[in-house]
């Protein structure tokens, strides 16, 4: 019989690579595998809103260097099909997600059905495209918030501004007919 220290360090097996193995891999730039709502919504506006600020930046460039506006343009092009491209993929492993197939992806480009990947809740465990997706942590949570909240704050502005510059100018005119004129002296 052999006397264990008591005194000694604890033993433990821990694998730190197959921690997570109940949960399948995150693969942003891939059509296999899965993605839960809340990543889909985040890589979705994280990489519109990436694309967007790098293809302002890219026309202001050319327009400052006095590019032809056809270089200009081809650029936006291949800037919109990136996002297309992105905002297929991602659709893809969301649909994968609920247990259907890629093909429902094609609803990315009908406005509102495309709100379906937001709104049916993933398949519990695995399914036939791969292992459930990693519960969302809170950076995660706060990441997708704040790009929200962003998105909220840009709708609203775009209607407040323009409303608030034509109650401007309506002002300015009821204030500049309503004023009486000074008699000019002869």
Known sequence: MSATNPYQAPRSNVD??????????VKVLSISGRIGR???????????????????ALAGTSI???APQGLMMALIGVA????????????IQRA????????????????LANLVFLFIPGTDGENRFGK???????????????????????????????AYQTYVKRAQAAAQSTIPVPAQPQ
């Open 64 to 66: 400052a260097m006095g």
């Open 132 to 162: 459930q997706p990693s519960p969302n942590r809170g950076v995660g949570i706060w990441v997708a918030i704040i790009l929200v909240g962003v998105m909220l704050i840009g709708i609203v502005a775009a209607i407040a501004i323009p």
């Open 38 to 56: 809340l990543r889909y919504l985040g890589y979705s506006m994280a990489y519109g809103l990436l694309i967007y600020v790098v293809m302002g």
């Open 96 to 111: 994968h997600d609920f247990n259907t197939t890629g093909w429902l992806a094609l609803l990315v480009f009908v406005p």
């Open 16 to 25: 730190f690579q197959h921690q997570d193995a109940e949960y399948g891999e």
């Open 80 to 91: 919109y099909l990136g996002v297309i491209v992105l905002a297929v993929m991602l659709a």
